[in-house]
């Protein structure tokens, strides 16, 4: 056998989950499969002058800061250029802790000024310094840079978080309408994958990992572009401050909510407002408190998450103690559902004009998805017949149509049959735009989270902490690895 080249045979798959797994890191196919190793680094592999110059500016943290003894005379002709120029960004912490391995065997690939670990190099310091210096050695006249530029491509190994992260950074772009933005493909090492799944790259880190990935990179460099709704969240709550939020959920000055519906006398005379953008869902409820629990004790005990069959574990005995599947006796029965401290407006599809969504009685969580896949791999809004989507004035659910979908679960029980397809959740509404009203009373704190990042969001007896969901101007890139 070259020695360039590592041939494999997959095994056949045990589950519906690792067939999924299989599929998307090139694993499914049961013959003879081969990727020669030096055609592929040469498809992705940048000239050595701009990945030096790129490193630089990132290091020094200055688009503009490239040294001339790194740059080509007379600037790089365009067929310098890799067919797919690539950059991945891991992140350690992700899953089972797989990042370590995975750079090195990346960066023998690849190259090392190719391969960001997270820890050191964050998405927003590329975007701004990488990137930009890449520009700014094309604006000068340099083919081959400009070629990169176009041509480049983006994976991400790490979980749902982690590629929005990045998209997120990838977003900066969108002000300067004549860049390009680079697509984003996935290497799962999160524990629910969903966006991962929804774009055909599988929803695990596969056994066979060194085989799987050499080959996920040769049909990352040549698989078709995919769009990807994007969603702003705007969180408008009485003076105070969320503890500990998400990565994702910032501090924001813009305060306003959109006027096409009166907050009245519910709005807070003094507001504190937070923001941030979401993928694939936002949820209110039971689920989010589970996951927010769940999420510190990884978080201080990390030796605890070592993978992500741990996870689930570990996550399934959090909703047992929480009362997701059983509400304890003594809780007062006017807790138990959502309809206690939420309402639900929304806006349709090409309509200006609020509408209020009744809150279905006894629901526990409340989830706006954009995205088909949930929770691991679960279709909770379900495969919908044309006659029931014309009679509740539905239409077939994508992850770029423009709208979202609400759904609801009852309690934990309900959502299991959910999430194992033997029913579909307890569909509210499909919408442009949402508004979630919370008023605290009796309930000190709420739980949220979105794209599995969660927070306790406290409450005010008196005044509505506002949560409004509207689309994002532009779409977000992916590679189709299916």
Request: hydrophobic letters at 40%.
């Amino acid at each position: 056998m070259d020695a360039t080249t590592e041939k494999f045979v997959a095994s056949r798959p045990s589950t519906v989950d690792s067939t999924a797994a299989m599929r998307g890191c090139g694993l499914a196919n049961l013959t003879w499969v081969g990727v020669d190793k030096e055609e592929l680094r040469q498809r992705l592999l940048m000239p050595e002058y701009l990945r030096l110059v790129m490193r630089d500016c990132i290091k020094r943290k200055d688009a503009s800061a490239i040294p001339d003894h790194l740059l080509l005379p007379g600037g790089g002709v365009a067929d310098m250029a890799p067919h797919a120029p690539m950059v991945v960004f891991i992140n350690p912490k992700s899953g089972g802790r797989h990042g370590p391995v995975l750079k090195e065997r990346l960066q023998q690939l690849m190259s090392d000024e190719q391969v960001f670990d997270l820890t050191e190099v964050k998405p927003h310091e590329f975007v701004r310094y990488g990137l930009a210096c890449l520009e700014k050695v094309a604006a000068e006249g340099d083919e081959c840079a400009k070629e990169c530029r176009a041509r480049l491509r983006i994976m991400v190994a790490g979980g749902d978080g982690t590629v929005g992260w990045v998209l997120g950074c990838l977003g900066e772009l969108n002000k300067d309408e004549t860049s390009h933005i680079p697509p984003v493909g996935v290497i799962p090492l999160g524990t629910g994958n969903d966006l991962s799944r929804s774009f055909g790259w599988g929803g695990s880190f596969p056994f066979a990992w060194r085989s799987a990935v050499k080959r996920t990179l040769h049909r990352a460099s040549m698989g078709p572009v995919a769009r990807l709704d994007s969603w702003k969240i705007l969180v408008s709550m009485p003076s105070g401050e969320v503890v500990d939020p998400p990565y994702s959920l910032k501090a924001s000055e813009e305060n306003e909510l959109d006027q096409g519906l009166e907050a009245g006398v519910d709005a807070p005379p003094v507001t504190k407002t937070y923001e941030g953008v979401f993928y694939n869902y936002l949820s209110i409820g039971m689920d989010a408190q589970v996951a927010y629990g769940f999420h510190h004790l990884r978080n201080t005990k990390p030796y605890l998450a070592q993978g992500p069959i741990s996870n689930k574990l570990i996550y399934s005995g959090f909703s047992c103690t929480q009362g997701w599947f059983c509400t304890p006796c003594v809780s007062d029965p006017g807790l138990r559902g959502l309809r206690n401290i939420l309402k639900i407006h929304i806006k349709k599809v090409n309509c200006s004009q609020w509408e209020e969504i009744a809150v279905p009685k006894n629901v526990r969580s409340v989830v706006a998805l954009n995205l088909q896949s949930y929770g691991s791999g679960s279709h909770p809004w379900g495969n919908l017949k044309p006659d029931y989507l014309e009679k509740r004035g539905f239409v077939e659910a994508h992850s770029d149509d423009g709208l979202i979908e609400i759904f609801a679960f009852k309690h934990g029980w309900h959502a299991s049959f959910v999430m194992t397809e033997l029913i579909s959740a307890k569909h509210i509404a499909q919408a442009a735009a949402v508004r979630f009203e919370l008023r605290g009373g009796d309930w000190k704190d709420a739980f949220l989270q979105m794209d599995g990042e969660p927070w306790k969001q406290p409450m005010n007896p008196e005044y509505s902490t506002f949560v409004e969901i509207k689309k994002v101007p532009f779409q977000s890139l992916m590679i189709n690895g299916a």
